[in-house]
């Protein structure tokens, strides 16, 4: 695994619409925000492991919408998760629950999410002092009020 921090284009903008929508299960809202990506390039860059085509991109929320969590879709092994970040207690990832990989792939979707988190940092950009990157995230259980107050 080694993902590394790319423009994002034309041809990756169409291939994570793509592979959203062939996604089961995706909530209307995540969908909206990746077709919003595609019309509005909220995002200039996504990480990618180029041996693989695993990949990671923000879903960032409409303009002035505030937020407690920050969210990523997450394409690895032929398979589309939706990844949340809380930073508040503690650096903490969940799968979102309509995502949630089987118990036999977990730890090695556990090890992919954050191996890419860490190489995009909190926004897809490099901070010098790396003030924006993560650095301890620990994967939790998805706590039921990132549902219930609809954070993204």
């Known amino acids: 695994m080694t993902f590394r921090l790319h423009d994002l284009i034309s041809d990756g903008i ?7 929508e062939q996604t089961v299960g995706f909530r209307t809202q995540f969908l909206d925000l990746v077709h919003f990506l595609k019309h509005y390039r909220t995002e200039n860059s996504w990480v990618v492991d180029d041996s693989t085509g695993d990949y990671l991109v923000e879903l960032r929320p409409y303009f002035g919408t505030p937020r407690s969590d920050y969210w990523y879709m997450l394409f690895a092994k032929n398979r589309t998760f939706l990844v949340g970040v809380r930073l508040f207690p503690a650096e903490e990832v969940f799968f979102a629950p309509e995502s949630t990989p089987t118990l036999e792939e977990r730890l090695t979707m556990e090890g992919i999410a954050l191996e890419a988190l860490k190489v995009h940092g909190r926004y897809g950009f490099e ?9 301890n995230l620990t994967f939790i259980d998805c706590p039921d009020r990132a549902f219930v107050q609809g954070d993204i």
């Open 14 to 20: 169409e291939r994570i619409v793509r592979d959203a």
């Open 127 to 135: 901070v010098p002092d790396g003030a924006l990157n993560y650095k």
